[in-house]
């Protein structure tokens, strides 16, 4: 396996998908994606702001489940439509 994609809406029902990837990336030493979609109706003056909260967020969850072991990681937070981009990452 060289790349797992994970995707957050940023809800707790999404943690454990993030935990669940970043215990399967160490066990694989695949590379992990993070990726979450701002849907593209939310007005643009609030999307800025919440990709940028998303990534920090991201970062920091996928950090602090990785528990100080190496974890090789990206986090991609896009405006758009979500079913769309998450295909396109897939591809």
């Known amino acids: 396996m060289q790349k797992i994609i994970v995707t957050s809406d940023l809800s707790e029902r999404s943690r454990p998908a ?5 215990k399967l990336a160490q066990a694989t030493g695949a590379d992990l994606l993070a ?3 701002i849907n593209d109706d939310v007005p643009e003056a ?3 702001p919440l990709e940028v909260g998303a990534k920090t967020i991201l970062t920091e969850q996928l950090s602090e489940d990785a ?3 190496p ?3 990206e986090v991609r937070v896009t405006s758009g439509d979500p079913l769309a981009i998450i295909g396109e ?3």
């Open 18 to 22: 993030i935990k669940r990837a970043v």
């Open 35 to 37: 990726l979450s979609v």
């Open 46 to 48: 609030l999307a800025h």
């Open 67 to 69: 528990g100080g072991a």
């Open 71 to 73: 974890l090789g990681f």
């Open 89 to 91: 990452a897939v591809e």
